[in-house]
Structures are given as structure tokens and as C-alpha cells.
């Protein structure tokens, strides 16, 4: 392979990187946005269920004890 080759393909998987990248990034906002609206709407359900969670990792973490 030649020089120019391996540049040629070295930007072309750069570009490629960069496009992935601003799909993910523009991904993650969207989904950041939709939760952030979400728990907005319903506060209370969304509190609810955190505690629930948290209970039961917690439940989980404890192991049991006799």
C-alpha cells in the first residue's frame, strides 16, 4: 500500500468516527430530553419507583443476615 493509501483510509475511518459520534451524541440527548420530560410530568410516579428500586438493591446488597 501506498502512502497516500493509508491517509486516504485513515481520514475515511476518521470521518466515519466523527459521524458515529454525532449520531450517538444526538441520540443521548434526544433519550436525556424524553426522560427529563417524563419525570417533569409525573413527579410522584417517577419518585415512587426510584425508592422502590433503591429498596430493593438494597434489599439485594444486604445478603441476608441471622
Excluded: H, P
Excluded at 466515519?16 to 434526544?30: H, L, Y
Amino acid at each position: 500500500m501506498k502512502t497516500r493509501d493509508i491517509t486516504d483510509k485513515t481520514r475515511e475511518i476518521a470521518d466515519k468516527f466523527q459521524d458515529f459520534q454525532r449520531k450517538a451524541t444526538e441520540t443521548a440527548r434526544n433519550v436525556t430530553e424524553a426522560t427529563d420530560q417524563y419525570i417533569r410530568d409525573n413527579t410522584w410516579t417517577s419518585i415512587a419507583c426510584a425508592a422502590l428500586l433503591g429498596c430493593i438493591i438494597g434489599y439485594l446488597l444486604s445478603g441476608r443476615r441471622d
